[in-house]
């Protein structure tokens, strides 16, 4: 059973920047589609980030530029570096394995129970 745990999240004035971290336990990220995913207030949960093995790194169009998604093997841990933050990305941001499709959420089968990001004005 893979597990997801997220940390890092908090509150940061727009313009700055947060590095969320995604722990994975059961298995080797590198086995899976690892993806960040978030969800605001009143709003569906999107897709934001995405990376695998073998195909490498895909992003949202509102956060291309601005948002890296990497991995540490050797910690199993994989990441979100957020940079130029403004109030809109203030959400929950999720962290999730799966296989198949890299930015469909019904593609991904584990979540981490989510860290909040707010960013102030």
């Known amino acids: 059973q893979v597990q997801l745990v997220e940390s890092g999240g908090g509150l940061v004035q727009a313009g700055g920047s947060l590095r969320l971290s995604c722990a994975v336990s059961?298995?080797?990220?590198?086995?899976?589609?690892m993806a960040w995913f978030r969800q605001a207030p009143g709003r569906e949960r999107e897709f934001v980030a995405a990376?695998?093995?073998?195909?490498?790194?895909y992003y949202a169009a509102s956060v291309e530029g601005r948002f890296i998604i990497s991995g540490d093997n050797a910690k199993n841990t994989v990441y979100l570096q957020m940079n130029s933050l403004n109030p809109e990305d203030t959400a929950v941001y999720y962290c999730?394995?799966?296989?198949?499709?890299?930015?469909?959420?019904?593609?991904?089968?584990?979540w981490g129970q989510g860290t909040q990001v707010t960013v102030s004005s």
């Open positions: 990376m695998s093995w073998t195909r490498g790194a």
């Open positions: 059961g298995s080797t990220f590198s086995g899976y589609n």
């Open positions: 999730a394995a799966g296989a198949v499709s890299l930015t469909t959420i019904e593609a991904y089968r584990y």
